[in-house]
T-cell receptor, first 108, second 113 residues
Framework: GIQVEQSPPDLILQEGANSTLRCNFS?????LQWFHQNPWGQLINLFY???GTKQNGRLSATTVATERYSLLYISSSQTTDSGVYFC??????????FGTGTRLKVLA | GAGVSQSPSNKVTEKGKDVELRCDPI?????LYWYRQSLGQGLEFLIY????????KSGLPSDRFSAERTGGSVSTLTIQRTQQEDSAVYLC???????????FGPGTRLTVT
């Protein structure tokens, strides 16, 4: 089955820093989503981005489906950005496969 | 509008007992997913319902796990003869249809003692 790898696995930032999270997948996909899981466990939609680029405030994402990767950019990070970031891909089976996540900690 | 709700939020049960977990999707959403998240891990797909079609049960880990969706809305995940390895957070998500973004509920934390 399709493999989904996220990097880096862990990231510590000082408040105000920028970062790039990466999601690589091993086969073609029909859909891709980015989520933020906050410290209370709630999964929050960030982007639904099977291809192209989207921006929402300090966050933006780019998916290059032909090269099988997606990037999530966080600018001017805040302590509330802490948590785990997951990408999830749907390879044409209507089932989403989740990556292992990037655990982000933003220090004040 | 109301989001996806799940109940109970926490469940502690003894090994060997049966448990039922409930998911109320967003009104009008036709697709519903169940996932399991073990401590510190990613999400593992369990089962998927779309409208009146037969569910995709390919992720259920054993025949002790079953799920149903009544009237195309509320879903119940049942785990029979629970084992300690079933301890996890069980998450439900719904979407307006296939290939739309998923919206997650808060999860049910299951602890089997």
């Amino acid at each position: 089955g399709i493999q989904v790898e996220q990097s880096p696995p862990d990231l510590i930032l000082q408040e105000g820093a920028n970062s790039t999270l990466r999601c690589n997948f091993s086969d073609s996909v029909n859909n891709l989503q980015w989520f933020h899981q906050n410290p209370w466990g709630q999964l929050i939609n960030l982007f639904y981005i099977p291809s192209g680029t989207k921006q929402n405030g300090r966050l933006s994402a780019t998916t290059v489906a032909t090269e099988r990767y997606s990037l999530l950019y966080i600018s001017s990070s805040q302590t509330t950005d802490s948590g785990v970031y997951f990408c999830a891909v749907e390879p044409g089976t209507y089932k989403y496969i989740f990556g292992t996540g990037t655990r982000l900690k933003v220090l004040a | 509008g109301a989001g996806v709700s799940q109940s109970p939020s926490n469940k502690v049960t003894e090994k060997g007992k049966d448990v039922e977990l409930r998911c109320d999707p967003i009104s009008g959403h036709t697709a519903l997913y169940w996932y399991r998240q073990s401590l510190g891990q990613g999400l593992e797909f369990l089962i998927y319902f779309q409208g009146n079609s037969a569910p995709d049960k390919s992720g259920l880990p054993s025949d002790r796990f079953s799920a149903e969706r009544t009237g195309g809305s509320v879903s119940t995940l049942t785990i029979q003869r629970t084992q300690q390895e079933d301890s996890a957070v069980y998450l439900c998500a719904s979407t307006p249809g296939i290939r739309y973004e998923q919206y997650f509920g808060p999860g049910t934390r299951l602890t089997v003692t």
